[in-house]
């Protein structure tokens, strides 16, 4: 019964065959890519400590502050003074969501869940 097709139905045959032979050499292309590595220099890094941020935003970047608040408990009765801002377009602010998700994430299967609501934490004394 072969032989009796015609030769546009036999094109048409052999055309999912050559897409299934094409679909799986992409992902070894992409698979191929080497890593490459980026070079830091944090020689003139300062290191400062915030336990605030907050984070405000246009629809091109996201201003994220930080800074010291003296009064963690309660609503503090002074301005928390803001030291760093830093401003990030929405691809970075991603891939630094991720970055920090997987280290909360690692954290937490150390040393256990984090509670970020401080009167859950508070002991009543």
Known sequence: MAKAEKPAEQAEAAKPEAKEQEAPQQPAQQQQAPAQQVQVDDSNIAATYANFCRVT?????????????????????????????????????????????????????????????????????
């Open 57 to 125: 935003g246009s629809p091109e970047e996201l201003s994220i502050d930080f800074g010291f608040n003296p009064q963690p408990v309660g609503v503090p009765t002074t301005p928390i003074r803001v030291t760093q801002r830093t401003i990030v377009n929405f691809f970075t602010a991603k891939r630094l969501l991720a970055a920090l998700q997987m280290s909360v994430q690692r954290h937490e299967q150390v040393f256990g869940v984090l509670e970020t609501d401080i009167q859950k934490r508070l002991k009543p004394q």
